[in-house]
Nanobody, 119 residues
Framework: QLVESGGGSVQAGGSLRLSCTAS????????MGWFRQVPGKEREVVAT???????TYGDSVKGRFTISQDNAKNTLYLQMNSLKPEDTAMYYCAAANGKGGSCYTYNDWGQGTQVTVSS
């Protein structure tokens, strides 16, 4: 089970750090990722990280967001800096199997945490 936390309301230009803690120790999946969704819009990939230390970022968050993992704590993080109103969304963490730098279908999802950025 994945549980997100750290969401909230912040003004534009501010920062938040989201956490995603996995129950069931050890929780080892090849890929972990952050996604976001706004009502009425498709889910968007924010950032992903794989067990081989590869990472990817959505174009809209590159240079502002950083994904990281603390395997000892079974926790995935998303550091979000220079937040913009368009970053407002429900943020979800998810896990997938994979290999060789490729992630398969994300099939384990958290319940989400709301991030609201005001101008």
């Amino acid at each position: 089970q994945l549980v997100e936390s750290g969401g909230g309301s912040v003004q534009a230009g501010g920062s938040l750090r989201l956490s995603c803690t996995a129950s069931g120790f050890p929780y080892i999946r090849y890929c972990m990722g952050w996604f976001r969704q706004v009502p009425g819009k498709e889910r968007e990939v924010v950032a992903t990280a794989d067990i081989d230390d590869g990472s990817t970022y959505g174009d809209s968050v590159k240079g502002r967001f950083t994904i990281s993992q603390d395997n000892a704590k079974n926790t995935l993080y998303l550091q979000m800096n220079s937040l913009k109103p368009e970053d407002t969304a429900m943020y979800y963490c998810a896990a997938a199997n994979g290999k060789g730098g490729s992630c398969y279908t994300y099939n384990d999802w958290g319940q989400g945490t709301q991030v609201t950025v005001s101008s």
